[in-house]
């Protein structure tokens, strides 16, 4: 596509966020300035304090609608793994799309609400048991906020639907839907359709639900250590280890791999450092599956459809025309990936000009074995595999490919990256700090000081300016 094509998509970025923007200010209140205040169910609306974005989170967090039309490509895999997706299609679940007779498609749903709910086998809980569960939606349960609505902390019985004493029987992470949200109930019944019927150690539990009257909540396990961007970006967070962040990136691949590996894939259209979740042993789990869509069957390449994520990490050809396929996810994920071997984000317009885009000017660097070593996060001090970076960064320009066939299958990823867990050559880097367009620095040197253990003796690094 080139330079051209990705200045074409920075400006029809902007164009959807000014009008979604403009949709924001008609629904707002009096009062937005204290986070999520939608909660009608506490007599009225509720404000409830999240923790402060950073200015380059709440700029890249824009989740964008647009219509589109048709084209694209699919994927294949090599390698079966290990348990396969039963796409809710198959199960007679909803689809959030349906075709009309000149070939374009309708938002409708296919199945209607009180079908779905009398189908599952969720637990159904009382809008009274989450609210006594949550202790009545105190602030200080707070766990975060979307465009879904908030999250709270709770505790309910392990084996039932009944509120117990924090600190005892099952922790859950409560989910409110916003009814002022753009994403609003149509997601609602998507987390149920996909995460009610589908299963994988590297995606989020659902355990369960409430629609009684006007209220709709959701139910998951609670995972200990948060998000992955948490972890990544918050400010005073001790850096994730190097084996760790190659720990998260596969347990994460192999998530939108078994989404990807049912006869009608699943395609995830909302990869990001906030919706991975990792638990006690940093495990990765895939959330919020509320943008989640059927892909497409037989001999179709893509489905076609209005255009939803975020804006950094959605594939350029999706941006552009709608066209989503399995390769969509892939390029998401080679934009985390690269999030994890940089620390950087995927957008942040307070870096210098030139690096506001992430993929953009990275791509130059992964391509070269040697200069990929200059963008890996100095907050690691030379402490991570030479080798495994160089592979990462490799992989990560794969999957960033302008042209969608040339992508690699999630099947490919997870090769890749189990090739690179645990490798012992540590090593201490020392590189320069470079701008996009310098080619100074080709003589930087990676110092390599293994001790017995496979560990390393530190030594002088110089440390490039971080966005």
């Known amino acids: 596509m080139g330079l051209g094509v990705a200045g074409a998509q920075v400006q029809a970025w902007e164009e959807v ?11 707002k209140g009096e009062d ?7 909660l009608s169910f506490l007599s009225g609306c509720i404000s409830c304090w999240s923790a402060n974005p950073s200015p380059a989170s709440s700029a890249a967090e824009t989740n964008t609608r647009v219509h589109s039309t048709r084209a694209g490509n699919s994927s294949s895999s090599k390698r079966k793994p290990t348990s396969s ?7 007679s679940a909803k689809s959030d799309v349906s075709t009309k007779s000149d070939g374009t498609e309708s938002s409708v749903i296919s199945k209607t609400e009180e079908e779905l709910v009398a189908s599952s086998k969720l637990r159904r809980f009382s809008f009274t048991d989450l609210k006594l569960a949550t202790r009545n939606f105190r602030p200080d349960s707070l766990l975060g906020e979307g465009g879904f609505g908030c999250v709270f902390k709770g505790w309910v019985d392990e084996h039932g639907t009944a509120p117990v004493k924090p600190g005892t029987g099952l922790t859950v992470a409560v989910k409110t839907l916003n009814h002022n949200g753009l994403q609003g109930h149509k997601e609602w019944l998507a987390e149920i359709t996909f995460l009610g019927q589908l299963h994988h150690p590297n995606l ?9 009257d006007d209220q709709r909540l959701l139910v998951y396990e609670f995972l200990q250590r948060g998000s992955l961007e948490n972890h990544l970006f918050r400010k005073g967070a001790l850096p994730l280890p190097w084996n760790t962040r ?16 049912g006869k009608k894939p699943v395609i995830y259209r909302d990869f990001k450092t906030s919706n991975i979740l990792l638990d006690a042993e940093y495990r990765a789990k895939l959330s919020d599956f ?3 869509k059927d892909g497409p069957q037989g001999d179709k390449t893509h489905v076609s459809t209005r255009v939803m994520g975020t804006y950094g990490y959605a594939a350029p050809e999706y941006v552009m025309t709608g066209h989503l396929s399995t390769k969509s996810d892939v390029y998401s994920f080679g934009v985390v990936l690269l999030e994890m071997l940089t620390g950087k984000r995927s957008m942040d317009k307070t870096r210098p000009n030139g690096e506001h885009h992430l993929a953009e000017w990275a791509r130059p660097y992964l391509s070269d074995r040697r200069k990929v070593l200059r963008i890996i996060d100095p907050r690691l001090e030379g402490h991570y595999s030479v080798k495994g970076a160089q592979k990462a960064g490799q992989l ?7 042209d969608s066939k040339m992508r690699p299958t999630m ?3 997870v090769e890749t990256l189990e090739q690179i867990q645990n490798l012992k050559d540590m090593a201490n880097a020392t590189y320069p700090s470079q701008g996009p367009g310098d080619g100074s620095g080709m003589g930087s040197s990676v110092q390599r000081h293994a001790n017995k253990h496979g560990s390393v003796l530190p030594s002088r690094q110089a440390t490039p300016s971080r966005g």
């Open 17 to 27: 966020r000014k009008s979604s923007q403009e949709v924001k200010s008609a629904q």
């Open 32 to 38: 937005h300035s204290n986070g999520c205040h939608f």
């Open 85 to 91: 997706a039963v796409p809710p299609s198959e199960q």
């Open 204 to 212: 989020v539990k659902l355990i369960g639900f409430c629609t009684e």
């Open 246 to 261: 190659m720990k998260i990136a596969l347990g994460a691949a192999k998530g939108v791999e078994f989404l990807h590996s």
């Open 290 to 292: 509320g943008l989640a």
């Open 396 to 402: 990560a320009h794969r999957c960033l490919n302008r």
């Open 411 to 413: 099947t490919d990823v």
